[in-house]
């Protein structure tokens, strides 16, 4: 109803997290929405066998229709589930195969998995430059996530290096923050946070101006939005005003 374009489903293994595995959490969504696109951000196919993962967005795809986009990405997993997952783990050159598998298959289909029959959006998720050109690679969107890493050099020059290799491709750059027009709640929350960088802890309307110069500066079509708020009401109104200010049409949510 904000007008958001697409709201991402993350993959978190840890305890607490809502988000564990993301594919399950897009077909449900899917089918509790109409309008709204629905993806993985991502799909870690460095730790996932990629015949189960096309199998498994094939059936998120039959949720979904034309609404689903596939976002892969080369990270990994750290902590108790990194040590658990060690056997699963595959290095770059067999990454770069996964994705190639998975998409090779949701595209043609095996012998036991269709095709995926419905228009879909592929999208590379990462923080570095080595996703960005296997993205422009593989003709692949791609979203580069400055709450993993925050160095604008390292952005620009991973966004360029996409723009060379897929020209007509979509860019976005990804973002956590916490919008409150309390500050010292907007401070605190932000505080709260683990594992990702949070980029500004600020009133409602200072975070869009930010989105908004970031998109411009960045020269990017999307800008991908974790807001933060732990109580869902400062959550909910935090969505509302983002996408006031900034254009719907050039935000999307992260779950």
Request: charged share 20%; hydrophobic share 40%.
């Given at each position: 109803?904000?007008?958001?374009?697409?709201?991402?489903?993350?993959?978190?293994?840890?305890?607490?997290?809502?988000?564990?595995?993301?594919?399950?959490?897009?077909?449900?969504?899917?089918?509790?929405?109409?309008?709204?696109?629905?993806?993985?951000?991502?799909?870690?196919?460095?730790?996932?066998?990629?015949?189960?993962?096309?199998?498994?967005?094939?059936?998120?795809?039959?949720?979904?229709?034309?609404?689903?986009?596939?976002?892969?990405?080369?990270?990994?997993?750290?902590?108790?589930?990194?040590?658990?997952?060690?056997?699963?783990?595959?290095?770059d050159a067999a990454t770069r195969e996964a994705v190639r598998t998975v998409m090779a298959v949701l595209d043609g289909g095996c012998s036991w998995i269709d095709p995926l029959d419905a228009p879909y959006q592929r999208w590379l998720h990462g923080a570095g430059t080595a996703s960005a050109v296997q993205a422009g690679d593989?003709?692949?969107?791609?979203?580069?996530?400055?709450?993993?890493?925050?160095?604008?050099?390292?952005?620009?020059?991973?966004?360029?290096?996409?723009?060379?290799?897929?020209?007509t491709g979509r860019r976005?750059?990804?973002?956590?923050?916490?919008?409150?027009?309390?500050?010292?709640?907007?401070?605190?929350d932000a505080a709260l946070q683990r594992g990702v960088r949070v980029g500004m802890a600020a009133p409602i309307a200072d975070c869009a101006g930010a989105l908004t110069e970031l998109r411009a500066a960045a020269g990017v079509d999307e800008v991908v939005v974790a807001e933060l708020s732990r109580a869902p009401a400062d959550h909910l109104a935090a969505l509302a005003g983002l996408a006031a200010g900034v254009g719907a049409a050039a935000v999307e949510a992260v779950a």
């Open positions: 109803r904000l007008g958001y374009r697409r709201v991402w489903v993350p993959e978190h293994q840890g305890s607490g997290s809502a988000s564990t595995n993301p594919l399950p959490l897009v077909a449900a969504i899917a089918a509790l929405t109409t309008r709204i696109r629905v993806g993985t951000a991502v799909s870690l196919v460095r730790l996932r066998d990629p015949y189960l993962t096309a199998e498994d967005l094939v059936t998120a795809g039959l949720f979904c229709g034309d609404r689903l986009d596939v976002g892969l990405g080369r990270g990994d997993v750290h902590g108790p589930a990194g040590t658990a997952l060690a056997h699963l783990r595959k290095d593989q003709g692949f969107d791609y979203c580069h996530g400055l709450f993993l890493n925050p160095d604008l050099d390292t952005c620009a020059d991973a966004l360029a290096r996409h723009r060379a290799g897929n020209p976005a750059v990804a973002v956590a923050l916490v919008a409150n027009d309390d500050a010292d709640r907007a401070r605190a």
